[in-house]
Structure formats: C-alpha cells, structure tokens
C-alpha cells in the first residue's frame, strides 16, 4: 500500500541491529531486526514472509536472556543494504510477557542492545 506518510506507530523504535529466528508451524528462517519498541519491530529476512497469521520470534541477547514472542506481519517491502536486497517485515507483538517487556523497555531506556 502508499505511504501517506501518516506515522501510524504508537510507540517511538529504537534502532538495532542482531540475528533474530523467526519460526514458523513448518520452518525456521534467520533474520535480522532493525529496529524495535514496546510494541513491534523491523525484521530484515531474505525471503518473503507469506501471509502466516501468527509466527513466533526468537531473540537471543549475549547474556543469555532468550525470548520468543508471538507475532504477526503489518506489512512489508523490499529494501536494499550493501550488496544485499532484503524483505523488510514489519511486526507487531501479539503476546508478550511482562518479564520480556520490562526487559526491552529496559534495554531501549539503557540503549543496550549489544548483541
């Protein structure tokens, strides 16, 4: 669909950059996120996300904290990056825990997202 350029996001993102999994009912895929907030992500794949309804993403951060949050796509487009065409996906978190949210809430506010 047109950008209108109406900022239809709730929550301001964060820019990052680490390998995030996304499962879905019959396959895995690697992807990269973006950029993220209490509410969603930018997902960065290599293939294109048919219309499952809801899919799972796996982060992992260098300490060891992992978590998989219930998701599903809003959108997406194709975006180029050095030599590299990506499909960028952008996700809303459909379930997630209190624990998982305090620790992103806490990793946008500390701008720790050393993966």
Request: hydrophobic letters at 45%; proline letters at 4%; a negative charge.
């Amino acid at each position: 669909h047109m950008n209108t350029g109406i900022e239809k996001r709730h929550h301001p993102r964060t820019l990052v950059w680490g390998p995030v999994i996304l499962k879905f009912a019959h396959r895995s895929m690697m992807g990269a996120i973006r950029n993220i907030s209490v509410g969603g992500a930018l997902i960065f794949c290599l293939e294109p996300i048919e219309s499952e309804n809801e899919f799972l993403i796996n982060l992992n951060f260098p300490e060891g904290e992992e978590m998989s949050i219930p998701c599903k796509k809003v959108w997406s487009g194709e975006v180029s990056a050095g030599n590299f065409d990506y499909i960028a996906v952008g996700i809303l978190f459909t379930k997630i825990s209190s624990t998982d949210l305090n620790v992103i809430i806490e990793r946008i506010v500390s701008g720790n997202f050393g993966f």
